[in-house]
């Protein structure tokens, strides 16, 4: 620690620790998300698939993942690509098989667009 002192010269900026309080990291209870993180209402079809009728977009995909990942549709020769069974396919506009790219290309016409 007197090293660490001597390099930053014991300024106590430097040197405070960390706080975790969760209204200084915008976690505080009401507080709306941003961007991906934003609960929003979604179509019908996705909403089905969760099993709720908003979610952010971020959500939306880890439950895909978890779909996937629970049922093993990811094709062993090739892991980047998902080998669709009919949910996903209710969800995916119908393809087989989907690159694990697309998802989140996918999964946009099921957001409202904003305003």
Do not use: Y
């Amino acid at each position: 620690m007197t090293a660490f002192s001597r390099v930053f010269g014991g300024c106590p900026t430097l040197m405070a620790k960390a706080t975790t309080n969760a209204a200084v990291t915008g976690v505080a209870a009401g507080k709306e998300g941003k961007g991906i993180l934003k609960t929003v209402p979604v179509a019908k079809t996705l909403a089905s698939f969760a099993g709720e009728s908003e979610l952010s977009r971020a959500t939306a995909v880890k439950k895909v993942w978890e779909h996937i990942k629970g049922n093993n549709l990811q094709n062993p020769e090739n892991r980047k690509e998902i080998i669709c069974d009919d949910k996903l396919k209710t969800i995916f506009e119908g393809k087989d098989k989907v690159g694990f790219t697309e998802i989140a290309k996918l999964l946009s016409p099921h957001f409202p667009k904003s305003v």
